[in-house]
């Protein structure tokens, strides 16, 4: 089973960016659904944004217009670039993988990611102040 290693998080005051980037190990990845999951202190995990095989994205209510996910399948590497970032996005971000192809490229609807996707990197700490 392939390997996926978040890199970007870090600290931010309120209204500003971040961009985090997800480095597959195998290159099959980028054919399937990728995404990002966060968690808060004391909150349940929160399916943010996926993007199928073509390119497609979903996101959640809370992130639309704010966030954007992007890959490069030359790279094998999945983007989140975070703009107007607010206190209530900290948290811990996954990049989430179906690496068994179960899906077939399709993406689930956001709410479902961080149950039906199971590769799942390490995860990279956002920290947004007022």
């Known amino acids: 089973q392939g390997q996926l290693v978040e890199s970007g998080g870090g600290s931010v005051q309120a209204g500003g960016s971040l961009r985090l980037s997800c480095a597959a190990s195998?290159?099959?990845?980028?054919?399937?659904?990728m995404g990002w999951v966060r968690q808060a202190p004391g909150k349940e995990r929160e399916g943010v944004a996926a993007?199928?095989?073509?390119?497609?994205?979903k996101y959640a209510d809370s992130v639309k217009g704010r966030f954007t996910i992007s890959k490069d399948n030359a790279k094998n590497t999945v983007y989140l670039q975070m703009n107007s970032l607010k206190p209530e996005d900290t948290g811990m971000y996954y990049c989430v993988a179906d690496g068994a192809g179960l899906h077939r490229g399709d993406c689930p609807r956001t709410e479902y990611i961080d149950k039906a996707l199971h590769t799942w990197g390490q995860g990279t700490l956002v920290t947004v102040s007022s």
């Open positions: 993007i199928d095989r073509d390119g497609g994205t």
């Open positions: 195998i290159s099959t990845y980028s054919t399937y659904c």
